[in-house]
């Protein structure tokens, strides 16, 4: 039997593999713990923008957390990321309004970092882990991970095999397809995730002023639609990209920068599939694939004031005068309608209207819808018990499976599976 090299390992260094990772330094200094990240510094929200939100339900995937659970990890979460929480106004009034047509506003304690500034709090981080004597492997990708007789460990490119008392892997989103890979090859249980499908909003703060006063509004609209990750400030629309196609999404910079007088948020419907299911994670990517393919290998985006008249933006009236803000992220200008789905559309565009209601001016002609934003989970694992353990010695958490959708939500579930590392192994530490 060939004997661990390192007590934990955790795949990952996004919020849930350093949530685990803090946890168990603080709790027990003697492990010894190797990070591994396929990336020079963390990817994600913590390195793009980093808006923290310390309210349940935001950033917990529903199903794996109560209420009660996650209060009791997020003082935690805040400890170590030491936000500067923002002051809200007037949320008395959009309250009213929104209530009247059956929205809920939720009022959520939140902190934004700005992506100039993410680097530094990253650094911060890593930097206390390193005192702690937590062991980094950085621009390394795990290509397996495994769990036999002779114990748990991973696979990594040009090094080979290396083992482990115990593995949380966390490699988020962008990792979904590597963890579904790895639950097929492991002989994991799972159970298909649902997933958010929407477009990402662009406008002038002017047109969408409530960003003065909440700096990331969270409505929730009928239809299971709900806005998300709103940026303002100096605000852009950015590309994310994945194998074979690319998705939208947006950021800020911190307020220490001067502002380009945009606000962008998602608008995102989450979609479950049920009876017959195949899967909602190949579903988005063929709709990410067809926008695309529409979009000639790049997103579409529309202007409110042609798709309300029913025809297509075009690179020639893009920038007419009515519109009075160029676009921040130069993608394809087109028809949204040949490519979002009718159902999906109608919801999107049934909230935008009660939106418009709330915070009159977000339906000004200029304001820019882009899609696809679609955010993908990993089928979610059948955990083995409430600390995301997915074998014997194997624990799967974060964005990529399932067990949050933000960033205080991932740290706190590298916490929970911490915890329950250390409580099985407390006679072994
Ligand atoms: C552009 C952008 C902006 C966002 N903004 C916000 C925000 O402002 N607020 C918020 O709450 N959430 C935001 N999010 C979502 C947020 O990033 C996630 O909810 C959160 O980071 C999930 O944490 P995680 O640890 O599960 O995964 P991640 O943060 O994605 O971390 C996973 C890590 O694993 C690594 N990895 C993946 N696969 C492998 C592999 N095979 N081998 C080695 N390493 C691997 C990746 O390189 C990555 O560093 C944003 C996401 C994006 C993409």
Same mark, same amino acid.
């Given at each position: ?7 934990? #390992? ?25 990070? #591994? ?13 980093? /808006? ?26 805040? &400890? ?10 007037? %949320?008395? #009034? ?44 950085? *621009? &390394? ?53 649902? @997933?958010?499908?929407?477009?990402? @909003? ?40 994945? *194998?074979?196609?690319? %998705? ?20 995102? /419907? ?16 063929? %709709? ?9 290998? /790049?997103?579409?985006? *529309? ?7 029913? &025809? ?18 130069? @993608? ?7 490519? @979002? ?26 304001? #820019? ?61």
């Amino acid at each position: 039997m060939s004997s661990p090299v390192y007590d934990i #390992i955790i795949v990952g260094t996004g919020p849930a593999g350093l949530g685990a990772a803090f946890h168990l330094a603080e709790q027990t200094p003697s492990l010894s713990i190797l990070m #591994i990240d396929r990336e020079k510094i963390c990817s994600g929200g913590l390195l793009n923008d980093c /808006k923290q939100n310390y309210t349940y339900p935001i950033g917990f995937a529903a199903g794996n957390w109560t209420r009660e659970e996650a209060e009791r990890l997020l003082p935690q979460v805040e &400890k170590w990321l030491q936000p500067a929480v923002k002051e809200k106004q007037n %949320l008395d #009034i959009y309250r009213r309004r929104a209530e009247r047509l059956g929205v809920t506003l939720l009022d959520v304690r939140q902190a934004h970092v700005g992506t100039d500034r993410s680097r530094v709090l990253i650094q911060r981080l890593l930097d206390e882990l390193r005192r702690r004597g937590v062991q980094f492997m950085l *621009q &390394k990708e795990v290509t397996d991970v495994f769990d036999d007789t002779e114990g748990p460990g991973v696979v990594i490119a040009d090094t080979g095999k290396v083992r482990a008392r115990k593995v949380i892997v966390a490699p988020g989103r962008k990792g979904f397809s590597f963890l579904q890979q790895v639950m097929e090859r492991m002989g994991i249980t799972y159970i298909d995730n649902v @997933v958010d499908v929407g477009i990402r @909003v662009e406008t002038s703060v002017g047109n969408y002023p409530i960003v003065n006063d909440y700096y990331d509004p969270k409505f929730l609209f009928p239809d299971a639609v709900r806005t998300f990750c709103t940026n303002s400030g100096h605000a852009r629309v950015v590309l994310e990209r994945y *194998q074979g196609f690319s %998705l939208v999404n947006g950021h800020a910079l911190s307020e220490e920068q001067t502002g380009n007088n945009l606000a962008n948020f998602a608008l995102l /419907k989450t979609i479950g599939l049920k009876n017959p299911v195949r899967s909602g994670q190949q579903m988005a990517v063929f %709709l990410a694939r067809l926008a695309n393919e529409i979009g000639g290998g /790049k997103p579409l985006m *529309q202007r409110v004031g042609d798709f309300r008249m029913g &025809k297509r933006s075009t690179a020639e009236t893009f920038n007419e005068d009515l519109y009075d803000f160029p676009p921040s992220c130069p @993608v394809t200008a087109g028809d949204l309608g040949l490519a @979002v789905p009718a159902k999906i559309m109608r919801h999107l565009w049934a909230a935008m209207k009660k939106l418009d209601t709330i915070v009159p001016g977000v339906l000004h002609p200029s304001t #820019i819808m882009y899609y696809p934003e679609i955010k993908m989970y990993a089928n979610k694992p059948a955990f083995l018990d409430s600390h995301f353990r997915v074998s014997a010695n194997v624990y799967m958490v974060g964005d990529g499976a399932g067990t949050s959708r933000g960033i205080t939500g991932a740290w706190a579930s590298g916490i929970r599976s911490a915890e329950g590392i250390l409580s099985e192994q407390q006679d072994q530490y």
